[in-house]
Nanobody, 120 residues
Framework: QVQLVESGGGLVQAGGSLRLSCAAS????????MGWYRQAPGKQRELVAT???????NYVDSVKGRFTISRDNAKNTVSLQMSSLGPEDTAVYYC??????????????WGQGTQVTVSS
């Protein structure tokens, strides 16, 4: 069974940094895009950043220049380095990946979410 497991959330002061990591495990044949989404209280889930298998990245405007997404294709991991954090970045962050399991079809998998709280 394929699953995504996140780590690295926590509490940080404004201006600080955090690094989120996500590992895909299970019988995986291939992974296309991987990314991070976030959902703040009372708001819809929004895309933060994505990265293709070839390393092409995309960011929501509000995090450009502050967040960096990266992946290790050999380890099936994706990370999000976050810096210059502000209270507006407080949210539950979710890892996402489009995965082809060893038996099955392409499917969007989600992690369980990790809380990031930025204090002012």
């Amino acid at each position: 069974q394929v699953q995504l497991v996140e780590s690295g959330g926590g509490l940080v002061q404004a201006g600080g940094s955090l690094r989120l990591s996500c590992a895909a495990s299970g019988r995986i044949f291939s992974i296309r895009d991987m990314g991070w989404y976030r959902q703040a209280p009372g708001k819809q889930r929004e895309l933060v950043a994505t990265i293709t298998g070839g390393g092409r990245t995309n960011y929501v405007d509000s995090v450009k220049g502050r967040f960096t997404i990266s992946r290790d294709n050999a380890k099936n991991t994706v990370s999000l380095q976050m810096s210059s954090l502000g209270p507006e970045d407080t949210a539950v962050y979710y890892c996402n990946a489009r995965i082809l399991p060893a038996t099955g079809t392409w499917y969007d998998y989600w992690g369980q979410g990790t809380q990031v709280t930025v204090s002012s």
